[in-house]
């Protein structure tokens, strides 16, 4: 059993809207896999039951080989971490202290009875400083930084938890053209070699980044597969053009 995170059947509504509706989805390990599709189409939905915000009414949710479906958010930040559509810094914290909180907050909910020396906390928190390009910023309150760097410290954070799986909700959402195809290459030299499932809107922004791509139209997965083989896609075109593109 390969999968770093398997989706069967997945549903679910909000009162009579039916959002999900039957989604099936693999990423193996080490992969980078992206989810994308139009507005509305139930992207950050689904990683609200991938990350135990909410319940799916149908479905079954595997992460690394274990059931997950329907545990709690603490259970699953073990073997999980997530970034969210908009910042989630701390914004009176230092920019280093914001890293600091997210390798300390993930060694003690993962290794409840392995003490990981504050020294470690600290490597791991300067190594990702240097890694997102903030070094010069470390000592200034998060709140100081520009929107985009921001972004690259929320990335930060979520990579700072070392979990095995990553999951990032429109990590260039809000940046110019400059900033997204920056924000896109720092994304790519942090990732090597980790498992992420990263949502756009845009095939174009993803498409040097991803191994594989899946596109979410109305609650269900249309199609999965190479970034190049989804651009060739009949039913991937159809969708984009067919007016309900972003
Ligand atoms: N808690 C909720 N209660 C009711 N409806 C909701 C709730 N959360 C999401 N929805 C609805 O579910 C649908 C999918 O929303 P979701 O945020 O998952 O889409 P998305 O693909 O992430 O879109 P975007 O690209 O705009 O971020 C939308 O119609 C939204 O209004
Ligand atoms: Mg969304």
Redesign the pocket.
């Known amino acids: 059993m390969n999968a770093a995170l398997e989706l069967h059947g997945i549903a679910k509504r ?2 009579a ?1 039916r ?1 999900l509706r039957g989604v099936d989805l693999s990423v193996a390990r080490g992969e980078r896999h992206a989810l994308i ?10 990683f ?1 039951l991938i990350s135990g915000r ?1 319940r799916p009414d149908e479905g079954r949710i595997v992460v690394a080989g274990r059931d997950m479906t329907g545990k709690p958010p603490r259970r699953v930040s073990r073997v999980l971490a997530r970034s969210f ?1 908009t910042t989630s810094v701390f914004g009176g914290l230092s920019v280093l202290d914001n890293l600091r909180c997210a390798a300390l907050g993930a060694a003690s909910s993962r290794f409840v009875d392995r003490w990981l020396p504050s020294r470690k906390i600290d490597e791991r928190a300067h190594a990702m400083l240097d890694a997102i390009g903030l070094a010069e910023r470390a000592d200034e309150p998060a709140a100081r930084l520009a929107y985009a760097e921001q972004r690259a410290l929320d990335l930060g954070i979520a990579l700072a938890t070392d979990a095995p799986l990553l999951l990032l ?2 990590p260039t959402a809000g940046m110019n053209r400059a900033e997204a195809a920056r924000a896109l290459a720092l994304l790519r030299a942090t990732t090597e070699g980790r498992t992420l499932l990263v ?1 756009e ?1 845009d095939m174009d922004a993803v498409f040097g980044l991803a191994d594989r791509i899946s596109v ?1 139209v109305q609650g269900r997965v249309i199609a999965t597969g190479a970034p190049a083989a989804i651009r060739a896609n009949r039913d991937v075109q159809e969708a984009y053009l067919g007016g309900v593109a ?1």
Do not use: M, R, W, Y
């Not at 599709?37 to 689904?46: E, Q």
């Open positions: 909000f009162g809207t959002v599709g139009p507005n509305g189409a139930g992207k950050s939905t689904l609200d909410t559509q909700d429109e949502i809107h979410l972003p």
